[in-house]
Nanobody, 124 residues
Framework: QVQLVESGGGLVQAGGSLRLSCAAS????????MGWFRQAPGKGREFVAA???????GDSVKGRFTISRDNAKNTVTVYLQMNSLKLEDTAVYFC??????????????????WGQGTQVTVSS
């Protein structure tokens, strides 16, 4: 059974940091493209970052967020280090997995598997 489980969300003050984790299991994800998206209330799903054969960031997080991955034997863990958090970073953050040769990592419909999401709330 494929599972993507996010963790690390919470409440943080503006300017602070959080590190999100996504544990992917149930099949081989070592070569999968892994992405982070977020969705704020009343808004669509926004691309945050992706890691495959290259690393991409959304314009709103570039320079503040860092994506990385750890390919262990049976579980791949993807991290999102979030620094200098802003109020507008408040959202539910989702992890996603897609094919290694993903064509357009910024598009949610390119991904095959999704986690349930973790809430990040940035307060003033």
């Amino acid at each position: 059974q494929v599972q993507l489980v996010e963790s690390g969300g919470g409440l943080v003050q503006a300017g602070g940091s959080l590190r999100l984790s996504c544990a992917a299991s149930g099949r081989t994800f070592s070569n999968a493209a892994m992405g982070w998206f977020r969705q704020a209330p009343g808004k669509g799903r926004e691309f945050v970052a992706a890691i495959s054969w290259r690393i991409l960031y959304g314009d709103s997080v570039k320079g503040r967020f860092t994506i990385s991955r750890d390919n262990a034997k049976n579980t791949v863990t993807v991290y999102l280090q979030m620094n200098s958090l802003k109020l507008e970073d408040t959202a539910v953050y989702f992890c996603a997995a897609g094919p290694p040769a993903i064509a357009t990592p910024r598009r949610p419909d390119e991904y095959d598997y999704w986690g349930q999401g973790t809430q990040v709330t940035v307060s003033s």
